[in-house]
């Protein structure tokens, strides 16, 4: 297997994962949407979870929705 071969198979597997992550979440009720952030919004994120508040960006995104449409709706 030459190097082209490896990497193509590399990818192909990365992707399979990455359907199986996917599908697994969609089980679980969970929906996928891109949200473009300002990198001094990133920055505030990627700080929160340095600091052990939050264990990923996922994780940070969803509490602050939440946090913002369950006030709103009270």
Partial sequence: MNAEERLAELIAGDRRRQARRRDALRQKG??????????????????AIGEGR????????DWALATVFEENDA
Avoid: C, H, P, Y
């Fill in 30 to 47: 969970m929906v996928q949407q891109t949200v473009w952030l300002s990198g001094s919004t990133r920055d505030l994120i990627d700080r």
């Fill in 54 to 61: 939050f264990k990923n960006r996922s994780e940070a995104i």
